[in-house]
């Protein structure tokens, strides 16, 4: 998003742009994920209205469940059902409990745990909320093309996958055909592989073999 904002913005101090599993805005389905995020800090009781930092505590509880929600999104059906399926946990037999009974259950409450280590609350609803209001095309009036018309001397080489489903093939083809409208230079390319948005974090050798023919 920084990226394609900084060539709308600043066309004069921007050459190449990598945009990769990106988005010129969030769609609803973002937003409203966000929003079970952002609900469930500010219904932890050690929230206190944004002001914990002096009482020893931080909302850990809320800010957990907001990095499951937002982890599933990064993630593929197929990658998902690869990787974990129906299996259980360290158990032979479903416990009819609310334990972590099934390998995914555990998977989501390790990642929701461990990043309250590494991020603050605070800045986990500041920074869903810049993402929700971003809005290349209704910063330039309404329609994305405007937003591009000073970068047709930029190039640009963006990518998606196939299984993203959080910032999907089509999102991207928007900001491609408004590039093709101010007639800046752009190449585009769908790739597949099958860990839906985190594929740009993983071992995906033809994104390798893009960023290198882009950047060398």
Not at 49 to 68: E, I, N
Not at 85 to 105: N, P, W
Request: proline content about 3%; overall charge negative.
């Amino acid at each position: 998003m920084q990226a394609l904002s900084l060539a709308a913005n600043w066309p004069e101090r921007t050459q190449r742009v990598l945009g990769i599993a990106t988005t010129a805005r969030h769609s609803a389905q973002n937003i409203a994920f966000h929003e079970v995020g952002r609900q469930a800090i500010m219904a932890d009781p050690a929230w206190a209205k944004g002001d914990y930092y002096a009482s020893g505590q931080s909302p850990d509880k809320g800010l957990s469940v907001a990095r499951m929600a937002a982890h599933i999104t990064y993630l593929s059906e197929a990658g998902l059902t690869e990787k974990f399926g129906r299996r259980l946990q360290d158990r032979d037999a479903k416990s009819f409990g609310f334990d972590a009974d099934f390998q995914v259950e555990s998977y989501l409450r390790y990642q929701g745990i461990s990043f309250t280590d590494r991020f603050d609350a605070n800045s986990y609803l500041y920074i869903t909320r810049a993402m929700d209001y971003f809005d290349l095309a209704e910063e330039h009036g309404g329609r994305l093309a405007d937003a591009f018309r000073g970068a047709s001397d930029v190039r640009f080489c963006l990518v998606s996958f196939d299984t993203d489903w959080l910032y999907t093939t089509a999102d991207m083809r928007d900001v491609v055909h408004a590039l093709n409208a101010v007639a800046a230079p752009v190449s585009f390319v769908e790739l597949s592989a099958p860990y839906g948005h985190d594929s740009f974090l993983l071992d995906v050798p033809a994104l390798d073999r893009v960023v290198t023919g882009f950047v060398g």
